[in-house]
């Protein structure tokens, strides 16, 4: 099993839009995206299993969408109506494993 790598953070304005990717090793297995912000625990931000079910924490539903492309063994978490309480390091998750984290600013 390798190490999930994660990208696409960066600043963007409250109202904005960012898509984070994460590439995995086996697309067949579920995944999750986590966030922690600064003084934060982490949290579960948005997962899908190996059927395709996904699942939210409700501070992002109907705002996130986690999403998969098995030909790129590629998940996604396409982030709409950013707020600033979004800021933080999203991580993504595979079969126990952590990759090293996108930051996502959320300011003006």
């Known amino acids: 099993q390798v190490q999930p790598v994660e990208s696409g953070g960066g600043l963007v304005q409250p109202g904005g839009s960012l898509r984070l990717s994460c590439a995995v090793s086996?697309?067949?297995?579920?995944a999750g995206w986590h966030r922690q912000a600064p003084g934060k625990e982490r949290e579960l931000v948005a997962f899908i299993t190996s059927g395709g079910i996904t699942n939210y924490a409700d501070s992002v539903k109907g705002r996130f969408t986690i999403s998969r492309d098995n030909a790129k063994n590629t998940v996604y978490l396409q982030m709409n109506s950013l707020k600033p309480e979004d800021t933080a390091v999203y991580y993504c998750?595979?079969?126990?494993?952590w990759g090293k984290g996108t930051l996502v600013t959320v300011s003006s």
């Open positions: 998750n595979q079969l126990g494993l």
């Open positions: 086996r697309i067949i297995f579920g």
